[in-house]
């Protein structure tokens, strides 16, 4: 265990090492962009005397270099700020968006890894067969297209033409968790068709590979089935490199997913953000920001940790 | 002179004629087989998605820049005056005002109005929600709209006086725009921005950028207004995923429909899609104050290299009108009709070309994506019309981000938008007038400045109708900006929702007051 908790310390100094870079250059990436909040808020209706007294008022005159440093203690402090624009504090605005992007991502998680996993293991099984293929061309071409055609197509299919489900997933603080699951089911299909490939790819590689060695041959010939021989004897060993792939996957579907929350017209942190970048909104962008180099941070940590756990080569070293 | 209500419209005999073949066109074309029924049914839900704004937005009228705030503003809250479906100007909280000299105006408030939480409406609380967008300190979108105010008092507990610094017969006009919703004054003289208002209807749940819920006043003051039970107002920036919301039932109404998909949602039985003439307009500005734009030659040969109709038949999809470089549109006041339109003809191009020195011309013309649905295709179209007469306009795409700081009114050629105004006086002076801030066209001509002041102070119609005439020949003649059309508002509505079958030129979703003027068919 020693090695594990020093693996996990210097994991995440490296991790908050990561998220400081991250929000340096965060910060210069929007104070890079042309124009400036003031500029945003008042639109085209903004004369230079608002915008002086505007930009005044949100403080945007003092330097950027200030600017940062004094966010940056904010933080150290538990404290995020408020939103540029509208003042109110940023603790609150994120806290239902970042609760609506998690929710999705874990209902695309529940449908993705266990349909992934299990196609993998399938098509490792039969490989070369005409279940193989199959299975490979159908994840592949749904990984091909685009979000959006995705989406949709799904829209298509489920909304227009069957209404089975609404076009757009409205998740407001009222909704029960039955109406939850009905309004972003078809959001969490589309990001699970996206990133069903890689993981089950990822499975089936690793399989393919132990299934060759001398250890599962022994297994055969002690007249263990098929499903135990894959199960109990090949899975646990090729844990390691498709657990790496499902964090991956997950930390993308918490990141990745603005074209998914468009579309859907989702409250999610994706759209949150498109919006502060578009408005300017330098302290919202920053702390969606470092949410998400958070979340790949977090989850290439847990991969590790389970990786290692699962191997005891790496579990007992010496 | 007292005006318990103007009309915006023009009154003569030709106007008349225009209308009633308006109205007659749109009887065999617009109107779908339903008969609208007379009288409004309570009750329903109405859902209706807009495309402007976000998670940032607050109720605060100092703010208001997008459709989810003004359609808010004007669901929750009343202004003092208010533009009609017909596109009058109507008493809202003010119920008469008047002024002998159109420099000090006196308006009579309502009495008996109270707002959502029982307070009355009294002078105080419009003094306090006008003087909010003025002062050194403002900083809100609407002051250069009050600069001309000098003071405002009350007179009694329901009467509000304004001295403005110079003469303005529009006044009551300005007081409709969409910043100046009447809010309730605290005792400590702040104004209450929370969503309280004497509109039609109270709010329920405010997430802004997401869906906001209201619910009817049951102590609405305005007769025949309000008549569903509830509305939703969601924000959907995205085109296709509002026409998807549309054509799925998730909502009933939605703010602008996409040219692309108006044939194919046009044949849902469901749908109806509404084409309201307004005023809206995009411009092609020239610097006129620098070469090689400041000869009045070539601004010609620019006005007449460019086919008009054709811009409206294909970017447009027909939903539009041509416009004679002037931002004074039919549906406005004193438009002068008579003015002859200005049509495509190469070779008059050609002629002002010569004339100003130039076999040909090479010049970029800027334009976003993000200014108005087609702009982008109008500009191509606008290359393909001036080629023959030696004009080549290559055509520069602009990222919309920062288009408005970086690109507008800084480079020599550039296109521009401009939302309706109610009256000429407003786009005029907000876009033409020498000292102007958003003279696009970098325009000055002594005259233009000298009627532009003379017309606002002029009480009498007919001076005004003449002096507006001679001001939309000036800029169709020497103006700095090519204004090749009018766009209509055009935005799907559920057939299961009625309305009085006239709808506001001023904004999509029938000004922005569907809320409270639709009902449940």
């Known amino acids: 265990m020693h090695a594990v908790l020093k693996m996990v310390v210097q994991r995440v100094a490296l991790g908050v090492l990561t998220l400081l870079v991250v929000s340096a250059l965060v910060f210069i990436s929007v104070e890079f962009l042309p124009g400036d909040v003031a500029e945003q808020i008042l639109g085209q209706s903004a004369t230079p005397e608002t915008l002086a007294a505007l930009r005044d008022q949100l403080g945007l005159n003092t330097p950027p270099v200030e600017r940062y440093f004094d966010w940056l203690g904010g933080i150290l402090q538990g404290d995020f700020g408020q939103s540029v624009i509208s003042q109110r504090p940023i603790t609150e605005l994120l806290a239902q968006r970042l609760g609506n992007t998690l929710s999705l991502a874990l209902l695309a998680t529940l449908i993705s890894v266990p349909l992934a996993v299990g196609l993998g293991i399938l098509a490792a099984l039969k490989r070369n067969t005409w279940v193989d293929r199959t299975i490979n061309i159908g994840t592949l071409t749904a990984i091909s297209f685009p979000e959006y055609f995705v989406a949709y197509g799904l829209i298509l299919i489920f909304s227009v033409k069957l209404g089975w489900f609404p076009s757009i997933s409205i998740v407001s603080g009222t909704v029960t968790f039955a109406e939850r699951i009905h309004l972003t089911l078809l959001p969490a299909l589309t990001l699970t068709m996206i990133v069903t490939a890689h993981m089950m790819r990822m499975t089936r590689a690793s399989i393919i590979n132990l299934l060759a060695l001398p250890y599962v041959e022994m297994a055969r010939l002690k007249g263990a089935s098929q499903r135990r021989v894959v199960v109990v004897h090949a899975l646990p060993n090729a844990i390691a490199p498709i657990v790496n792939v499902i964090a991956l996957n997950i930390a993308y579907m918490i990141a990745g997913v603005v074209i998914v929350e468009v579309v859907f017209v989702y409250p999610g942190l994706g759209q949150l953000l498109v919006d502060s970048v578009a408005k300017r909104d330098v302290t919202v962008v920053q702390a969606a920001c470092l949410i998400f180099a958070s979340a790949f941070i977090i989850f290439n940590l847990v991969a590790d940790v389970i990786s290692i756990v699962s191997n005891p080569r790496l579990l007992h070293r010496k | ?521």
């Not at chain 2, 070539?298 to 007449?304: E, G, T, V």
């Open chain 2, 1 to 521: 002179m007292t005006h318990p209500e103007t009309k915006a419209g023009s009154v003569n005999r030709r106007g008349v004629l225009l209308g009633g073949a308006a109205v007659g066109a749109a009887a065999l074309t617009g109107m779908p087989n339903k008969l609208y029924a007379a009288t409004p049914q309570k009750g329903g839900l109405l859902r209706v998605a807009v495309a402007q704004g976000g998670s940032s937005d607050t109720l605060d009228p100092t703010t208001f820049s997008g459709s989810q705030q003004i359609f808010l503003g004007w669901t929750l809250r009343n202004n003092l005056t208010e533009i009609g479906s017909d596109g009058a100007l109507k008493p809202e909280l003010a119920e008469s005002w008047s002024s002998d000299d159109a420099q000090t105006w006196v308006f009579n408030l309502r009495k008996g109005v109270e707002f959502h939480n029982g307070k009355s409406l009294t002078a105080d609380d419009v003094i306090a929600s006008l003087n909010m967008h003025r002062g050194e300190d403002s900083k809100s979108g609407a002051k250069s709209l009050l600069a001309s105010v000098e003071s405002i008092v009350s007179e009694g507990a329901h009467a509000v006086k304004i001295t403005l610094t110079g003469k303005n017969a529009d006044f009551p006009f300005i007081l409709s725009d969409y910043h100046f919703n009447i809010c309730p004054v605290n005792p400590d003289g702040s104004v209450d921005v929370s969503g309280t208002g004497t509109g039609g209807y109270i709010l329920e749940e405010f997430n802004p950028g997401v869906r906001t819920r209201v619910r009817r006043n049951p102590n609405y003051w305005k007769a025949n207004s309000a008549h569903f039970d509830e509305g939703e107002v969601i924000l959907i920036n995205d085109p296709t995923a509002a026409t998807n919301a549309l054509v799925t039932g998730a909502v009933h109404a939605i703010e602008s429909s996409e040219y692309k998909t108006l044939a194919l949602l046009g044949r849902r039985p469901n749908i109806h899609v509404e084409s309201v003439p307004g005023g809206f307009h995009g411009t092609f500005a020239m610097n006129s104050a620098a070469a090689p734009f400041n000869n009045n030659d070539l601004r010609l040969a620019m006005k007449y290299a460019i086919d008009r109709q054709a811009i409206v038949d294909t970017v447009l999809k027909g939903h539009g009108v041509v416009a004679n470089d002037h931002p004074v549109s039919p549906s406005m006041p004193y438009h002068d009709a008579s003015i002859e339109q200005r049509a495509y003809d190469p070779d008059k191009a050609k002629f002002h070309l010569k004339k100003a020195g130039h076999d040909s011309l090479t010049m970029q013309l800027s334009v976003s994506d993000g200014l108005y649905a087609g702009a982008t295709d109008a500009v191509t179209l606008y290359r393909e019309h001036a080629g023959p007469s030696g004009l080549d306009i290559q055509v520069v795409r602009e990222p919309g981000d920062g288009y408005w700081s970086d690109v507008w009114m800084k480079k020599p050629l550039f296109s521009g938008s401009w939302g309706p105004r109610p009256v000429p006086d407003m786009i005029l002076t907000t876009a033409y007038a020498s000292s102007a801030d958003w003279n696009e066209g970098a325009f000055s001509n002594a005259r233009f400045d000298e009627l532009l002041l003379a017309a606002r102070g002029e009480l009498d119609e007919a001076k005004r109708g003449e002096m507006y005439g001679e001001m939309q020949r000036i800029l169709s003649d020497e103006g700095g900006s090519i204004i090749p059309f009018f766009r209509s508002y055009v935005y799907g509505r559920n057939t299961s929702i009625a309305h009085s079958g006239q709808l506001g030129s001023d904004w999509p979703l029938d000004g922005h007051r569907a809320m409270e003027r639709w009902w449940t068919a």
